[in-house]
């Protein structure tokens, strides 16, 4: 339990405006304890120029049945009040931590709402007159205990404009549930969403968006100002929704006066098929990852850091160390991961980038096996899915180098096979397929292409 709070007070977003009122972001964590208790931790945050926060927060929770209760809470007196690290302008964490017994088994919302948000907002209607809500949703189970996900990485709020950057919170779930991430609407109310809300603009070869297999947030911000999104985690167990978790958090974004910190050799790791950073690792076997990094103004310090839940395996052996020098830094991730690391999904580690103004977040996926390459196939080379994201039709380009049965598998994020194609064959050079995808919900998908070449796994998103 102790790890938990600690690891959540970590979860930081901050903001800062001359026309601010107090509130700027938060989120609920549900920690199950068993026999129908649960402690429930809202983390609030404001600035300092803002009114001062509630003393008593009300949380709400709504059961099955219409049934109802609330509790009034008290900020903790050691953390609550503290100002944040590493943010320019005063920041400030409040922490409510309360144990309840829920009388009855099934779908719980717990919320908080309190007023208001910052009216320099500029993709909300009436920001103003909001009111900030935040909720969390649990459903609980006589037969298996269920925990909310909860955030590793603390929240990152300036970004520099027409720069490219990216942000992950990585949630982790306790039990090891499935987590899809998605970006919703702000709340001002119960399942209520805040009036006028569009994403935040953006450049049009980046736009704002979030990676569902990653969680990664990627975004060239052409415009300055202040601007709210939610990060939405849907939890899923066996195939069956399960819960959801949301962060509210606001970015700020900046003329970069005095440059940005900037990444020097992330090209020399590997990437998978999705492109993203993906190393292959045996049990028993030391690994390290050396991270290097500059700032574009060489006066200027900056900071390496790493976030994953393989530091908090049992027994863990991993470590980031960083050393710096003026304009510049340097950091090594080291693991012996063990048998009892082996798993078909990847670790995430979130590698984190910062001049205590600016940060910046890279994504590296770590899969453990007993031996590297034996147990797995081969990628397929030259897979190829367009349009995507897709509305009528999706083409498959498979480039082969001899004739082979291609098999077509697509899945929707919570594990459940919406399509399957067999036996197709190949005749070893350019292969184009059409796949009707019109009757397929709005969303995003995973296509999985196998033969006996390898596999390709690739993401495809659907539009209206």
């Known amino acids: 339990m102790k790890i938990f709070l600690l690891t959540t007070l970590l979860c930081i977003s901050a903001h800062f405006s001359i026309n601010a009122t107090h509130l700027m972001g938060g989120e609920i964590t549900v920690q199950d304890l068993g026999s129908q208790r649960y402690q429930v931790t809202l983390i609030a945050y404001r600035d300092t120029v803002g009114v001062p926060i509630v003393a008593l927060a009300s949380l709400d929770f709504y059961g099955p049945q219409n049934q109802y209760f609330s509790s009034s809470v008290a900020y903790d007196t050691i953390i ?5 690290p590493m943010y320019p302008y005063g920041v400030e964490v409040y ?6 017994t829920l009388p009855a088994y099934g779908r719980w919302d717990i919320t908080w709402t309190n007023c208001c948000r910052n009216s320099a907002i500029q993709n909300l209607a009436t920001p103003l007159t909001d009111a900030m809500t935040l909720q969390t949703s649990i459903v609980t189970d006589s037969l298996a205990p269920n925990s909310s996900p909860y955030f590793l990485v603390p929240a990152a709020i300036f970004l520099p404009l027409n720069t490219p950057w990216q942000y992950n919170p990585l949630p982790f779930d306790t039990d090891g549930d499935s987590l899809h991430w998605s970006i919703d609407q702000p709340l001002k109310g119960v399942n209520q969403y805040c009036a006028g809300y569009v994403n935040p603009p953006s450049d049009t070869s980046n736009p704002f968006r979030i990676d569902p297999l990653t969680g990664t947030l990627s975004w060239t911000a052409n415009s300055l100002g202040n601007f709210v999104a939610s990060v939405l985690v849907s939890q899923y167990r066996n195939g069956k929704w399960v819960g959801e978790i949301r962060r509210d958090m606001q970015f700020i974004v900046i003329t970069a006066h005095h440059g940005f910190p900037t990444w020097t050799n992330l090209h020399s790791i590997p990437v998978d098929s999705n492109q993203n950073f993906s190393l ?11 991270i290097l990094a500059k700032h574009t103004d ?3 310090n900056v900071y390496l850091g790493a976030f994953s839940e393989i530091f908090g395996l049992t027994q863990s052996n991993a470590s980031f160390i960083q050393t710096k020098n003026s304009g510049s830094a340097k950091g090594k991730l080291s693991w012996q991961p063990t048998q009892t690391d082996i798993r078909k999904e990847p670790y995430k580690v979130v590698l984190r980038l910062s001049d205590n103004f600016f940060t910046d977040d890279k994504v590296v996926l770590l899969t453990v096996s007993k031996t590297i390459g034996l147990e797995e196939k081969p990628i397929m080379p030259d897979v190829s899915l367009y349009p995507n994201p ?3 039709v999706l083409f498959i380009n498979v480039q082969n180098t001899q004739s082979q049965k291609i098999g077509i598998s697509v899945y929707a994020l919570n594990g459940t096979r919406v399509h399957y194609s067999n036996e197709i064959q190949s005749n070893g050079a350019s292969n184009l397929y059409a796949l009707g995808v019109e009757h397929f919900a709005k969303g995003a998908y995973v296509v999985k292409i196998t033969g006996s070449e390898g596999l390709s796994i690739s993401k495809m998103v659907m539009i209206d």
């Open 95 to 100: 922490l409510y931590t309360d144990t309840v």
């Open 80 to 84: 609550s009040g503290n100002r944040l």
């Open 390 to 392: 897709a509305k009528d």
């Open 280 to 290: 292959n690792l045996e049990a028993g076997k030391p690994f390290n990852l050396e």
């Open 298 to 300: 060489s006066t200027r």
